[in-house]
């Protein structure tokens, strides 16, 4: 990092500066040969769950009541049961396919149809099904079996009014009473009302409901379990002494039935509690395989994990969808005369058009092509558990680390997705004018149903700072849930070691950048751009380290205000090292397609926007750290603009490689959006779901002869 | 521009990094000091406003059929229309106080309760009854006075489904036939249908339809004229030949009947043409008072530029609202405990969540502030219109400049204030978690609404393209539509004179910074801030020229080729403008609140934050150009985390000058959102909207009692 880099006053070399310009007709054979390389190793899975959602009642029901629309998302939920596309990822104790990392593609795909229907299938199958499936027991097959074949609708209730992000404090109750072998679920005051829980104020009959446990002589709290309890009877009353009640409507996910949850000293049977980690036995004694309750309660959360990646593939889903929608709505509509007077422009051959669209393309490659490493890596952790070479209760050391540094990625990719999710639609909405923002385009409902997306299953503010929070502690177990005073202790006698430690995605093993003296190098050679992206991640971790460290002096409460005063440090450095990944493992995959092959030479052109967009994002901190020299930013931002036009004509193939199921294509806008003359005389009113109240003087010509009046 | 800043290995003086702390506890009564420099000239009308819009009814209805709420809102906008805010805005001719900027505050205020409500009033008033009024002469009396009383429901029919942003390509024909003394206005093709026409799918009767006009003899189009065209009969049954259509859900602003118009040659009588500038005798001849058809066509179109304040007003009137609601929250709900072990933090309190809203607060400042010197602006120029000093026809040069200047001011403006209000509005619902999403707090309603005002009025893009196309030809009234090739010439021949020829704000002549030599200035000194922003306006504009009039020498195809590659240029440089000139605003306002004053200090912070967060979005730039040393932005970065933390306690304070109308504030969240150990003794359910379905177990107590269980 010496930056022999800030001396350049020399230019550098031509052929570095611009890229090669793609040809500009574009050879749609390429979208098959991408295909392959962003669907991975998941590619035939994947194919089939396409073809599965490949229909209409799948869509998203905007229109009606609330209870219409409620409705009519679960019959849409029990026709994706009928595919059986969710339950394979359930264990094979409970008979599933043991591939739990197939629920993640699954929310993606489904997330790229219909984000309520996602969420919705989420909580039935993932969060409800997931917990009784991974936190329960042989006891618990029926639960498990009624979740997968949706004889038991259920929800998860994890958050309460009080206590959203800060899962350790909740405040509901479960104590067990010896004299019936009951737990008691209580809700002890209004903050500690089970909140937002989807699946509940209409539909649900279960719920797996975290609680503090208490047994009979110990004062203190086991830490938060989890129980099934029953919320309805069959009938759809709730059970005494619960108490059900209905967000209503919200900002989007409107067919996802919202509500809280109350319980009024409810009894359960002991059998009730998802015992795999943690039991009571029939006199109250409390035994747990974990010893550290901290362990215990994030090996509980452990569905988390599978949640947060699956939301994050689903954020990524609805990506996908509105930037191929937008794209190929840019390469049909026309609006201002550009060098030909007598013809407009495609919106595609505006340069602030292909901009705002394909910068958001490139980054949207780089999240799925990270997502696939994530889940192939979650995959191989939890068949490596199933199989018993890795122990949940007691893994390695290695094993160990590897379980936290899942948990960060798993955190940081649904950051990263779900933000990206959040500015990529409203680019693809708003570059679709008026035509974007009616309902039957799409693009507002995704981008309203995907909104809470950023907020839920953990804040992308909470997450990233754990994340951040980890890179410091380099995934140490014993620190697991690091107090500020644990950060700033083990930042002072570990600072040296931290930075060196990281492990990268755990395949090959990243190495460290000492000095940074690839100056010469091309803005568009790979592992350039490597070492410029794990240079900030580095460099962003370290000041971060010794920031923390310079409270080491201070007491418990001055030292937890320097921890808090660095939140947005850590969020920077979760970002770095999230982003420095995500190039990782787009060079990596782009290594798959044959040297020298158009397929190659686009993708690799698509990996250099994502790298350089990046770079630009921090072009400040670039600079501010001498990093980068100002000649060098500048070329960056040229070659942005060099990228964005070389790729505008084959933008279009770009998103035909993510394999949209047709049916979401199919929007009214494409049939009526150009302005080519030809198109002016098309038919009437061809493909607008827009309804004709009425039409007079009909009897004047049919109205296609109108239009050529 | 030397920059003998960029040498600065010198450590700037340690007082000028770091701002003052404000005292840690606010003082309550600074809001109202505040407010006064916030509401500016307008404190009065705006109050009478606020008090009128304070109740219940004015609130967004969200639930419901597209039916009941469309219902709805026209009762809310009866409602408004009996308060006669709206009406004011009307010349004294048709019966108003010829007070047009009035209707810009009042779109404001309204989007501070309900977006759709703003939107279907602006439509009636501002679109509608603005086009017979400004447009049309004594003969239209009747439609001004029907738009006023609400006896003519009616709409803007200017976009078509084939050109939105590109209104000079309209293709609806106005076509004049003596023998009748009628005008045909009719549809050619389906590209030419008038679409996304707001109060038009349900409620209109009339509409302001824009069509070319011909007349006999004459083979060209005179361009683009306003017609009154009756649609519907009063029983709502569409006239003989419209054809209109529905586009039924949107993404927002449900309420608001946006649907499609088709003329299959409908006569109208020649008096429904709005002949204030335009007309055409019995026999078919066509006068004008306004000799360039280019002239003429913008001239018409000046309704859009009080049309684009509006919008922007009402986009900055959401956020305020938003931001409003957010920081209440913050400052009351607790999450993570930090330093102290017994009690969680306020969202406030944490360094993250107070950056994510101080720093969108302190540019919602800005926004307002200039917000307030435009309508001021646009007040003395429509009311020097109205006096004759100012004639609309035959302006002096200064004149026409000026008013070239307003409209690039509108149209920045619009694009500023509402691109705000998408990432302001979303970090406000994100900082509130889940609660952010139920509609009943209103967040997402706000972001929902006003999704579209980034692209309705002109999309923004296109606008700040304008903006900077009308920067490069320094508002030269003969350049009032430049083509590629008038840019370049223009360029090429006026290099030199191009940027020192800026007027700024209309109000003092800001200076042109010639060379920058302030290195030793205090990053929080105002003239200092000004300079800086200032210089990027320049140089930003300066190599705008530059790279255009590069293209001088090529072909017109080429050249057109290079203007467009120049589009994210040319965007740049209008962002570099208007936010020069709302930090010029803000130091501007300042001023009138006493030297040392604590509302001083206060004040100054905000704008410090507006400043150097608007330095910091630019960090890239500045250094890449050597305006800001490395170290200077360094500085930048760390003041804005000392101002948000010195503003943090007073934020509620900052957010109560806005005066909110307090129904938008009593969202149900408020009541049961903290974590405080006393709020979750209170009574259940206080607060919240959530409907209980059923509550089982009531007899074994009183709720209230329960929670103390």
């Not at 379990?225 to 709730?238: L, M, N, Q, S």
Request: one cysteine or more; hydrophobic letters at 40%; proline letters at 3%.
């Amino acid at each position: 990092m010496t930056s022999a880099e800030a001396k350049e006053g020399r230019k550098a070399k031509p052929e570095s500066r611009s890229p090669q310009a793609l040809p500009e007709t574009p050879d749609a054979a390429i979208a098959g040969k991408l295909k392959k390389v962003l669907d991975g190793p998941f590619e035939e899975t994947k194919d089939e769950i396409r073809a599965n959602l490949n229909r209409e009642e799948a869509l998203p029901q905007v229109e009606g009541t609330l209870e219409e629309i409620r409705a009519g998302l679960l019959e849409k939920v029990k026709m994706i049961g009928e595919t059986g596309m969710m339950q394979t990822a359930f264990s094979k104790r409970n008979g599933g396919s043991g591939e739990a990392h197939l629920g993640i593609n699954g929310l993606d795909l489904l997330a790229q149809v219909n984000d309520s229907l996602a969420i919705k299938s989420g909580v039935q199958w993932g969060l409800w099904g997931g917990a009784v499936d991974v936190l329960g027991t042989d006891r618990h097959k029926e639960y498990a079996q009624g979740a997968m074949n949706l004889t038991k609708l259920g929800s998860y209730g994890m958050t309460e009014r009080g206590h959203g992000s800060n899962v350790q404090a909740l405040q509901t109750t479960a104590t067990y009473d010896p004299e019936t072998k009951e737990f008691v679920i209580n809700t002890p005051s209004p903050m500690a009302t089970k909140t937002y829980i989807g699946n509940t104020a209409r539909d649900g009959r279960w719920s797996a409901v975290f609680a503090q446990l208490y047994t009979p002589g110990v004062e203190e709290s086991h830490g938060v379990h989890c129980f099934v309890v029953r919320i309805r009877e069959e009938d759809g009353t709730p059970c005494e002494g619960v108490t059900i009640g209905d967000h209503g409507h919200k900002g989007g996910l409107l067919g996802v039935d919202n509500g809280t949850l109350t319980f009024d000293n409810v009894r359960i049977p002991r059998e009730a509690l998802l015992n795999q980690f943690a039991d009571v036995d029939e006199e109250g004694n409390y035994t747990s395989p974990i010893e550290s309750s901290n362990r215990r309660f994030f090996t509980m959360l452990g569905t988390l994990i599978r949640g947060r990646l699956a939301v994050g593939a689903a954020g990524a889903g609805a990506t996908k969808s509105s930037l191929a929608i937008a794209l190929k709505y840019a390469h049909q509509r026309r609006q201002f005369n550009t060098g030909d007077e007598n013809k407009e422009a495609k919106l595609i051959e505006h340069r602030v058009h292909r901009r705002r669209l394909i910068i958001p393309l490139a980054r949207t490659y780089a999240i799925q092509l990270l997502q696939n490493k994530l889940v192939q890596r979650y995959a191989d952790q939890t068949s490596a558990q199933a199989s018993g070479e890795w122990s949940v209760t007691d893994p390695t050391p290695k094993q160990a680390d590897a379980a936290r540094e899942m948990e960060s990625l798993a955190a940081a990719f649904k950051a990263v997705a779900t933000e990206h999710a959040m500015d990529a639609i409203q680019e693809a909405r708003e570059s679709c004018g008026g035509a974007g923002f009616m309902s039957e385009n799409m693009l507002t409902t995704f981008r309203a149903d995907t909104d809470v997306f950023v907020t839920f299953e953990g804040d992308n503010m909470v997450l990233l700072q754990l994340a951040g929070k980890n890179l410091i502690t380099a995934f140490a177990k014993e620190l697991e849930n690091p107090s500020p005073m644990d950060l700033v202790k083990f930042a002072a006698t570990n600072v040296t070691d931290i930075v060196r430690s990281r492990v990268g995605l755990g395949t090959a093993g990243q190495s460290v950048v000492d000095t940074f003296t690839s100056e010469e190098a091309s803005l568009f050679d790979a592992e350039y751009q490597l070492k410029v992206l794990a240079l900030r991640e580095q460099l962003v971790l370290r000041s971060l380290v010794r920031r923390i460290q310079s409270a080491r002096k201070l007491d418990r409460a001055e030292a937890a205000k320097v921890v808090d005063g660095a939140q947005d440090h850590l969020v920077n450095a979760a970002w770095a090292w999230i982003e420095s990944l995500m190039a990782q493992a787009f060079i990596e995959a782009e290594q798959e397609l044959p040297e020298g092959s158009t397929e190659r030479a686009v993708i690799e052109q698509v990996r250099n926007l994502f790298v350089l967009d990046t770079i630009i994002r921090n072009a400040g901190w670039y600079q501010e750290q001498n990093v980068l020299s100002s000649g060098r930013v500048k070329a960056a931002r040229a070659a942005i603009n060099d990228l964005v036009d070389s790729l505008g004509p084959w933008s279009e193939v770009l998103v035909d490689a993510f394999a949209i199921p047709e049916v979401v294509l199919d929007r009214p806008m494409f049939k009526d959006g150009g302005t080519d003359d030809s198109q002016g005389k098309e038919a009437w009113n061809v493909g607008s779901n827009i309804s004709i109240t009425k039409r007079y003087g009909e009897d004047k010509g049919d109205p296609a002869e109108h239009a050529d009046a």
